[in-house]
């Protein structure tokens, strides 16, 4: 099978990690755009593709199956909606956009054109993940009680122009570190019954929250931050547990029942994103099967309404 080729709208560190894994299988980047020519140019050096001086010429050059959205969510709708509206297909870095309307309006255009699109969350292509879900599915640990989710990094000691620290490109911690627990929150369980948000704003972002999402028996806390390191997913159930330490990334979880350990190991890497995104349009098809159209705007629903509880909008909203 000949290489899926690539066009990378944007050069910045989330690029380069994923063409280094993807480089690895059947995949090329034969395009490359970014809003600083010299960096895009060093980027397309580096991976033997094009450089181009506008999105539109990367998007629409004749030898590009899919486009790859790496630029800072704020952007993600201008360059999203310039590649389905030109007929190919989308992976949009995670969030999508800054608001449910946003992922609402990429969604009904890739429709409108019967283009695909998908959002790049990696930790629903992966087997570990999709092994958890199994396992809750099942009734594995009986009925759940009680679900606590921990992420954090400590972004904080970035530099204060970094884009993770900007209002203005809508950083903070819901948007950049949030969008993970609340993601696997929703795809375990769907969607709450109630949203609560509690969280600390500083400097025009959110620097933490904790965010309950009550369901009928059970709820799930989930600890976000900027502040420090911590990483953890932990599911009780009436008859035993579900661990994923590293969830967002996951290489194992660990079930425990009647006093009995399971393990299961597995992979979380960019490779098999790529490569399930590639022969999801290779197939035809206009909505990925790893990551639905439901799951996005729900997730960004509850981002909005956690926003929205905290009174966090940032500065091109006001």
């Known amino acids: 099978m000949e290489k899926f080729r690539w066009a990378y709208i944007g050069s910045g560190s989330i690029a380069k990690n994923t063409a280094r894994s993807i480089e690895k299988g059947d995949h090329k980047i034969t395009a490359v755009y970014s809003r600083t020519y010299s960096k895009a140019e060093a980027f397309a050096k580096k991976h033997g593709a094009k450089v181009y001086k506008s999105a539109e010429e ?104 970094s884009r993770v620290l900007t209002p203005e490109t809508a950083g903070g911690a819901l948007l950049d570190v949030g969008i993970y627990p609340i993601t696997y929150c929703y795809r375990l369980f769907g969607m709450p019954d109630k949203i609560s948000c509690t ?68 992979k979380t890497d960019y490779l098999t994103e790529f490569s399930a995104v590639a022969d999801e349009i290779r197939s035809g098809k206009t909505e990925s099967d790893y990551i639905p159209f439901e799951a996005t705007l729900n997730v960004m629903k509850i981002i909005d309404e956690c926003r929205n509880q905290l009174g966090l909008k940032y500065p091109f909203e006001k």
Request: hydrophobic residues 40%; glycine residues 8%.
């Open 58 to 161: 990367a998007i629409c050059a004749d030898d590009v199956d899919g486009v790859y959205i790496a630029t800072p969510h704020t952007s993600h709708l201008e360059y999203a909606l310039k590649a389905l509206k030109a007929g190919k297909g989308v992976l949009c870095e995670k969030p999508v956009g800054v608001s449910e309307n946003e992922a609402q309006e990429m969604i009904n255009t890739a429709k409108e054109n019967g283009v695909y699109f998908c959002e790049a969350m990696w930790t629903w292509f992966s087997d570990v993940a999709l092994t958890v879900k199994k396992w809750i599915d099942e009734k594995r640990i009986g009925d759940i009680k009680n679900v606590v989710i921990d992420y954090a990094f400590p972004g904080l000691m970035m530099s204060k122009n």
């Open 199 to 266: 969280g600390t704003l500083k400097n025009g972002i959110d620097i933490n929250e904790t965010v309950i999402l009550d369901y009928t028996s059970f709820k799930c806390t989930l600890n976000m931050s900027l502040e420090k390191l911590k990483e953890g997913c932990t599911i009780e159930g009436s008859e035993g547990s579900i661990n994923i330490p590293m969830f967002h990334m996951a290489w194992k979880a660990s079930l425990k029942v009647g006093g009995k350990k399971e393990i299961y190991k597995g």
